[in-house]
């Protein structure tokens, strides 16, 4: 059974950090590239970050560079997505998502497999 499960989401102040993680089982790791996708209440989802099967490149959006940082170790079979700076916009439901090849997109359609969620408020 496919099975990504996101953890460390939480409530945190404006400016404070968090890093999430993904647990990956039942499927190979190591050969899909991974992706963060949020999805704020009351919008669509939305493309935030990206990272190809070795590790090697990344990829932000315009909206999170500079302050988010997305890893994996592919010996644990885990995603990662430090977030630094956070603003009250960055307030969302943050889902990582696997296929073979780099993408962008916004929409479960277009990945291979899709995880459940962590949820993430910045507020004071």
């Known amino acids: 059974e496919v099975q990504l499960v996101e953890s460390g989401g939480g409530l945190v102040q404006p400016g404070g950090s968090l890093r999430l993680s993904c647990a990956a089982s039942?499927?190979?790791?190591?050969?899909?590239?991974m992706s963060w996708v949020r999805q704020a209440p009351g919008k669509g989802p939305e493309w935030v970050s990206s990272?190809?099967?070795?590790?090697?490149?990344?990829f932000y959006s315009n909206f999170v560079k500079g302050r988010f940082t997305i890893s994996r170790d592919n010996a644990k079979n885990t995603l990662y997505l430090r977030m630094n700076n956070l603003k009250p916009e960055d307030t969302a439901v943050y889902y990582c998502?696997?296929?073979?090849?780099?993408?962008?997109?916004?929409?479960?359609?277009?990945?291979?497999?899709w995880g459940q969620g962590t949820q993430v408020t910045v507020s004071s």
């Open positions: 990272i190809n099967s070795n590790g090697r490149d990344t």
């Open positions: 039942g499927f190979r790791f190591g050969t899909q590239d």
């Open positions: 998502a696997a296929r073979p090849g780099y993408t962008t997109s916004n929409y479960p359609r277009d990945y291979a497999y």
